[in-house]
């Protein structure tokens, strides 16, 4: 077990490393940020003095050495446009996306497993042909269309909910969060629901595909001959083995969400970290782009160790032996 | 018959499909004695296995039990309720399955499973449960049953996991227990202590087993019973004796020599000809006819039943039933 996480570490090290590398050429493939960032009109000793300052004169991998120099430093850099420090720019954002896609995750399961259950336990009732519609139409129609939908609906129309930015900061537990205060969880709720929809699809297609194929296994039709009813071979034997794709695809998605929430930060001016990146690569905010992107990769590296840890521990059949 | 653990009559089984209605069990009647073990055989297809899960009353969509009475110590399965019909489950009749790599399940200590059938039948504490199930453990002869009861399937073997299968079939000491064809994914040695257990079991308990299968030679050492399947009818019944000895229908002796072991050695091993008819093709009449060496136009009508000890459904049955 211990051998297995410090080779998955090792592993995560090679990844990030490769990821840097990567990262740092595409960025600087887009363009030069001292087109962007510059005054039109300033003179050429200004422009050459901000390009030796940032060090864009000197050659690829010498910007990149620098780079590492620098983060082995802890220094990840100075945004070129905010002019503060890249790390306390980037966390100062994520807070916001994090409780955006806590919440918008627990509704996705919260109605999607229970949903795919019952789709799959009577797959031919109606309310069972209409989760699966729905469920279409959760992940095949663009997200921020309902994005529009839902502030046309509750926020101009009913008026009841306000129509984008983050609401008050409270307290609990000593985190600072919107999801503390009333008016905090009001600004959440409508781009959270939005954010789940494709979610919530992906949620139900699976576990319905899981649920159908289980009821139809020996161990099901047994557990059936031995009196046990339907709800406890659902809930203690099925579900513990249909959680394997769910846990897998929860938590890509969990990362996916959390790295790329650009369109629903959009759409509800909501100040997370995915509207940060956007913003950044229009402005070639070299600093920022590189940083985000590295976290990104640990980020997925991280959640991917776990979802192996659950599944060993949902699984006894899977040993944790080899890295990959 | 009056004290049978288990008796089935009528029972009659349906399947919707594409092709239209397709009866897999056709009026099939027979019974069990307490204590004794009957050998459903059949080929594939021959509507054995549904027979069995029939008797539980565990037919889905689009599958439909259509008629006839299951009587399980004289109570009619068929009119209970289906809360009713579950707690029978487990506790009067109980099942165990083909292949035991599939019928229990793997993400769950084999412990868990067990105590799970104990306690959906009998109010009893988790540890009580989990001593209940070691008992039975220890009945089926598995060694060091403790340890067993916290091992995952996987750890164990094949015909571990069939001992496993058929001790949470007995937790609840049931009248009868259905087994669908337990011994045919196991090594033939470990199909052998299976079959002595199986043996030794239902004479110490008095539980009446049906032992669905279609290996002739198995049930020839093993059942006290036989009735022979064929197309959803029950073709010919008896005594293992008078079946495997004297059979009366085509089809049984066909079965017969085309076993091995029951076979004299040196000579080519006969075989029927042709296949199992599709249920939803099945000819005019017997529905063995196109196969059978005695078949007469007489064929094309319904057979018979004739016999009342060894009944058999034919129109030319080999043998007439001594007086």
């Not at chain 1, 959009?266 to 956007?278: A, H, M, N, Q």
């Not at chain 2, 669908?180 to 196991?186: H, I, K, R």
């Not at chain 2, 669905?212 to 036989?226: E, G, K, Q």
Request: aromatic share 6%.
């Amino acid at each position: 077990m211990l051998g297995y996480l410090i080779r998955r570490l090792a592993q995560a090290v090679v990844v990030v490393f490769a990821m840097s590398i990567i990262v740092f050429v595409g960025v600087y493939a887009i363009g030069n940020p001292i087109d962007v960032l510059i005054d039109p009109g300033a003179t050429q000793e200004i422009r050459a003095k901000l390009i030796a300052q940032y060090g864009l004169d000197q050659p690829l991998w010498r910007q990149y050495f620098t780079f590492l120099a620098n983060v082995a430093q802890g220094d990840m850099g100075t945004s070129m446009v905010y002019n503060i420090p890249v790390v306390d720019l980037v966390f100062s954002r994520l807070p916001a996306t994090l409780e955006l896609v806590l919440v918008s995750i627990m509704i996705a399961t919260c109605i999607g497993i229970p949903a795919g259950l019952y789709a799959g336990y009577r797959p031919d009732s109606i309310a069972a042909k209409a989760i699966m519609a729905l469920s279409v139409l959760g992940f095949s129609v663009p997200t921020f269309w309902i994005g529009m939908l839902l502030i046309m609906t509750f926020a101009v129309n009913l008026g009841v909910l306000p129509s984008g930015g983050r609401g008050d900061v409270g307290s609990f537990l000593g985190i600072n969060t919107s999801l503390a205060t009333l008016d905090g969880w009001s600004h959440v709720i409508l781009p959270a629901i939005n954010l789940s929809l494709f979610k919530m699809g992906l949620m139900i297609r699976l576990t319905r595909a899981g649920m159908v194929e289980a009821m139809r296994t020996d161990y099901v039709k047994f557990a059936r001959a031995q009196g046990l009813t339907d709800r406890e071979i659902i809930f203690s034997h099925v579900l513990r083995n249909i959680s394997i794709p769910i846990v897998t695809v929860f938590g890509l998605e969990l990362g996916s969400t959390l790295a790329f929430a650009v369109v629903t930060e959009s759409v509800f001016t909501w100040p997370g970290v995915g509207k940060l990146i956007i913003d950044s690569i229009l402005q070639l905010d070299r600093p920022v782009m590189v940083t985000y992107l590295v976290l990104v990769v640990i980020l997925f590296v991280l959640i991917n160790l776990v979802v192996d840890l659950v599944y060993a521990r949902l699984d006894p059949r899977v040993r944790l032996k080899g890295g990959a | 018959m009056s004290g049978a653990a288990l008796e089935v009559r009528g029972l009659t089984t349906r399947f919707e499909t594409r092709g239209g209605m397709v009866t897999a069990v056709n009026d099939v009647s027979f019974s069990v004695q307490p204590g004794r073990i009957m050998g459903l055989v059949g080929e594939s297809g021959s509507g054995k296995s549904v027979t069995g899960f029939s008797i539980l009353g565990l037919i889905d969509k689009p599958g439909e039990i259509s008629g006839g009475e299951v009587l399980i110590d004289g109570e009619d399965l068929r009119r209970m309720t289906p809360d009713a019909l579950r707690r029978m489950r487990g506790r009067r009749v109980s099942m165990v399955f083909q292949d035991p790599m599939m019928t229990l399940n793997p993400v769950l200590r084999v412990g868990d499973q067990m105590a799970m059938a104990v306690r959906v039948h009998d109010r009893v504490s988790k540890r009580a449960a989990w001593e209940r199930a070691r008992a039975a453990l220890e009945t089926v002869g598995i060694p060091a049953p403790a340890e067993r009861l916290r091992a995952y399937p996987h750890q164990l073997s094949g015909g571990m996991r069939q001992r496993v299968a058929i001790a949470t079939a007995l937790l609840h000491r049931p009248s009868v227990i259905i087994a669908d064809e337990p011994t045919t994914a196991l090594d033939v040695s470990i199909q052998g202590q299976i079959l002595a257990e199986v043996r030794r079991l239902a004479d110490e308990t008095g539980t009446a087993i049906v032992w669905v299968t279609h290996d002739l030679a198995v049930v020839s050492s093993l059942a006290d019973d036989i009735c022979v399947m064929y197309a959803g009818r029950i073709v010919e019944s008896g005594t293992a004796e008078a079946v495997i000895g004297a059979p009366r229908h085509p089809y049984t002796r066909g079965l017969i020599d085309s076993v091995p072991s029951l076979h004299p050695p040196g000579q080519p091993l006969p075989q029927i000809p042709g296949a199992t008819p599709q249920l939803s093709h099945l000819p005019a009449g017997c529905p063995f006819r196109p196969r059978c060496p005695k078949a007469s136009d007489l064929c094309r009508t319904d057979p018979p039943r004739f016999g009342r000890d060894h009944p058999v459904l034919c129109h030319h049955p080999l043998t007439e039933e001594p007086a």
